[in-house]
RNA sequence: GGUCCCUUCGUCUAUCGGUUAGGACGAGAGAUUUUCAUUCUCUAAAGAGGGGUUCGAUUCCCCUAGGGACUACCA
């Protein structure tokens, strides 16, 4: 009776994909990859007021960089579909009719505006077995009026008509037991003539139903409307194939209380959307994650661990290991603030672990944002040069420096600046110049020029051997100041390294200027 | 306000009644180093509070406090 696990990532077109719905999805992907199930991507845009053009578009090519996979859905095929909630009116029109007639819903009549005045008429209102008597729906009106409303084409809802004073229970993966009684629930409209749509409610259960899904992995903002879906089940007869819910929980702001949202994002200098995202009301950009420089691989990674620990202390894990060791029960219930400086540790580690071939067109096009145009193999030896090289990164809300790793390929540019860029001044008051370059300095760096000069060749190996031997000799140590010369600050890779990159003239060259410069 | 969910180092978390409460990020210190780094070693850092249950509670129950979500003709 093993029924095949089919789940579902549902998002609502009226944005860019928040980066907690790629962590749902990412879970949904999980789980059903483990099982040798079905992810399925359904458009819900059923509120056709706040639909946005191109986050239809923005969603999938997020997916699609960040490397979850759906087996059905839009833009994928399958067998269920239409996938999109505004093609399926004609289902939907039929369930709710359904309802209509074994009276677990009504027609009501109230318009936006006499809900509003009674919502401030009355405190707490609720429309529901206590109130909707006292409102204009068929209950109250009768068979006749009702019918007489309709056929003059007044525009009505559906509500689904709650029995109050029912325990309600939810069997929730991660929470368990979840009660809720059904007196606190409100009549929940389930259609709206005016754009001949369902809501999230109804439209999600029949979906779900008809698409065979097996388990709900969803948000916790989901889990006060559970026990109405555990209703709707019921009503429409379905209870035996109900799926099994998991309710995640929240990303939370990194400081202080609330959610994570975009001012977050904005605030502390992380993106809170996959992609670049403009938006087409506000005309505002959002920075995103593949913009900024990050791995898919490390995002999802990062993102995995918050809210699931395999328990076993390993962090970084492939895709595929994340599928084999996957436990929903083992997801925390309390929400995570959203740590994005263990995003950029995560995002080193697989920067690092990159072969240097992938890397290379990355710095490429980085150092052509700096105006610097380098073939792939100069890229190549910089990377493998600098990679475990270090820099001043500048936080942006405190305003103070810390040392950070090369988290993203843009770090570099600061480290490696002096390939392409010869010092011009030599700053004396420096701590590196200062020390290193003391009175027998230029006549050290003239010997060492005239060793480098008269070399057969320019590579680091024959370099190395010719100045060991002289260093050996004149008991000296001369790379700090070599250093000055060709850097102009403490910072950089072997010398030797550095002087074969640049070639002898540009390395002759420097050393030349700087010896004119300090004297 | 009401309902529901939650609560271990600063952060993400491990522990599924008996542990010196472990790891990772971040922080600090030291060592190494031809610079900046890397690397290595070490350190500080937690069971919200109060009641129970039990031989024994971080772990189970209750209360309080705190946090979160929901409370639309939005999802």
């Known amino acids: ?40 991507f359904r458009i819900e845009d059923t509120d056709s007021q706040r639909l946005v053009p191109g986050a239809e578009d923005y969603i999938i090519e997020a997916f699609d960089w960040l490397g979850i996979k759906f087996d059905e859905g839009v833009s994928f095929g399958g067998e269920h579909g239409p996938y999109r909630q505004s093609e399926r009116r004609d289902i939907y029109r039929k369930y709710v009719n359904q309802l209509l007639d074994n009276g677990r819903a009504y027609i009501a009549f109230d318009t936006p505006e006499e809900l509003d005045a009674k919502r401030n008429e009355v405190e707490n209102f609720q429309y529901d077995a206590s109130t909707r008597l006292g409102m204009r729906n068929s209950l109250s009106l009768g068979g006749e009026e009702t019918q007489r409303l309709l ?78 879906h555990v209703l709707l089940y019921r009503a429409f007869g379905w209870q035996d194939t109900m799926p099994r819910f ?185 701590k590196f110049v200062r020390k290193n370059w003391t009175e027998n300095s230029a006549e050290e760096m003239r010997a060492l020029r005239d060793i480098l000069a008269a070399l057969p060749a320019f590579d680091a190996e024959t370099q190395r051997a010719a100045v060991d031997a002289w260093v050996a000799e004149k008991g000296c140590k001369p790379w700090n100041a070599w250093r000055v010369c060709l850097v102009g600050q403490g910072k950089g890779p072997d010398m030797h390294e550095l002087a074969a990159f640049l070639g002898r003239e540009e390395t002759l060259r420097r050393m030349d200027y700087a010896i004119a410069q300090l004297g």
């Not at 992907?29 to 199930?37: E, K």
């Not at 029912?166 to 754009?195: F, M, P, Q, T």
């Not at 436990?327 to 950029?344: I, N, Q």
Request: aromatic share 10%; with cysteine; charged share 25%.
């Open 1 to 40: 009776m093993s029924q095949k696990v089919r789940v579902r990532f549902a998002p609502s077109p009226t944005g860019p994909l928040h980066i907690g719905g790629v962590r749902t999805a990412l879970y949904n992907y999980l789980f059903a990859r483990q099982h040798g199930g079905d992810l399925i």
């Open 151 to 228: 056929d003059a084409g007044t525009p009505y809802t559906v509500r689904f008509k709650i029995e109050p004073g029912e325990d309600v229970h939810v069997d929730d993966i991660i929470r368990g037991d979840v009660v809720i009684n059904s007196s606190i629930l409100d009549d929940k409209v389930l259609y709206k003539s005016a754009d001949d749509l369902p809501t999230y409610h109804l439209a999600n259960i029949v979906d779900d139903h008809l698409m065979e899904v097996t388990h709900v992995i969803r948000g916790e903002e989901w889990l006060p409307s559970a026990p109405l």
């Open 246 to 430: 998991a309710h995640l929980p929240l990303l939370l702001k990194p400081t202080g209380n609330g959610k994570l949202s975009k001012r977050d994002g904005d605030k502390f200098g992380f993106p809170v959307f996959p992609l670049l995202w403009n938006d087409p009301k506000s005309g505002t950009t959002s920075m995103g994650y593949r913009e900024q420089g990050y791995l898919p691989q490390a995002v999802l990674n990062f993102l995995a661990l918050l809210g699931w620990n395999p328990g076993d202390g390993k962090e970084i894990l492939t895709l595929e290991e994340m599928v084999e060791k996957f436990d929903l029960t083992k997801c925390s219930k309390a929400g995570a603030k959203f740590d994005f400086v263990k995003g950029w540790w995560f995002n080193r580690e697989y920067l690092l672990a990159l072969p240097t071939a992938e890397v290379a067109p990355m710095v490429v096009d980085m150092l052509r944002e700096q105006n610097i145009e380098a073939t792939a193999e100069q890229a190549a030896a910089i990377w493998d040069m600098m990679k475990t090289k270090n820099i001043e990164y500048t936080d942006a809300q405190s305003q103070q420096t810390k040392k950070r790793n090369i988290s993203f390929v843009s770090d570099l540019w600061p480290l490696c600046d002096f390939f392409f860029i010869a010092p011009q001044t030599f700053n004396r008051e420096d």
